[in-house]
Nanobody, 124 residues
Framework: QVQLVESGGGLVQAGDSLRLSCAAS????????MGWFRQAPGKEREFVTA????????SYADSVKGRFTISRDNAKNTGYLQMNSLKPEDTAVYYC?????????????????WGQGTQVTVSS
């Protein structure tokens, strides 16, 4: 079983940057796709970005394209989400997920392993 722990969330102002980390333990995730999802109060969990196990394929929600960058370091068993030019509408709990998948999958139900989430709050 894979355990995922997110870190790096916090309270920032609009226009600031944050870097989230997702540390995996229990087994290597080098052959796992990784994804980031977020859930704002009163809203459903939504896809943010994903990366294939090779790192060669990524996908992004339109709302974050050009501002967020997903990456991974398989040697460290860790994934990252660099968030730039943050907006108040980016405020949410951010979750990382991992699954034994081929591509940068955008569908939450295809990911078996989930972290507990980290809060990101962007003030205007």
């Amino acid at each position: 079983q894979v355990q995922l722990v997110e870190s790096g969330g916090g309270l920032v102002q609009a226009g600031d940057s944050l870097r989230l980390s997702c540390a995996a333990s229990g087994r290597s995730i080098s052959r796992y796709a990784m994804g980031w999802f977020r859930q704002a109060p009163g809203k459903e969990r939504e896809f943010v970005t994903a990366i294939s196990w090779t790192g060669g394929s990524t996908s992004y929600a339109d709302s974050v394209k050009g501002r967020f960058t997903i990456s991974r370091d398989n040697a460290k068993n860790t994934g990252y989400l660099q968030m730039n030019s943050l907006k108040p509408e980016d405020t949410a709990v951010y979750y990382c997920a991992a699954g034994y998948l081929m591509g940068a999958t955008m569908t939450p139900r295809e990911y078996v392993n989930w972290g507990q989430g980290t809060q990101v709050t962007v003030s205007s």
